[in-house]
């Protein structure tokens, strides 16, 4: 990622993190989320039917409240995604990553189940640092990803750079301490 990107991502970052902790002591509310993203990895068979993506999802966070504020945010999330090619099933987990600056960043945790292409689960806020510490907050969520039908016809070790995907959380509870 170039420096002008970087710039971009982190003032879009330090936005969005602005609007979930702009409240007074502790306030929950809901957000509404989606991550247009791109990803890169490798793809490696694990068994006969099964295949494993190892990368991360990288991408534009766009946050919509209640009140219809529109904010923008980087989001970084290193994944395992699991591709059963009998069943024609998936599963993945990662860990997400929304950086503010150097002492002010949230997490979060995915994990979802699902069909090839759909993939339906949780995104769950683990905490943060410095003027973040102590966020929390969850909501359902679907990744829709072509990663199973590119999958199926790659060699093992392969690096894959796929070309878009989304991931969707229409209603994302946040709790701002």
Known sequence: MNQTNRTIGF??????????????SADSRTISAIIAWQGQGQIYEVSADRLRFLGALEGIMYVETAEGDMNEAFVRCPIVQEIDSTEKSTSASGNCMIVAGPEDSAYAEITCDGKAGVCRGKFTLTGGTGRFEGISGSGDMTVRSPVHALAEDLSQGISLHLAAGILQIPRLEVTTP
């Not at 330090?14 to 979930?20: D, S, V």
């Open 11 to 24: 003032l879009a970052t330090a936005l969005l993190l602005t609007a979930w902790s702009g409240q007074a």
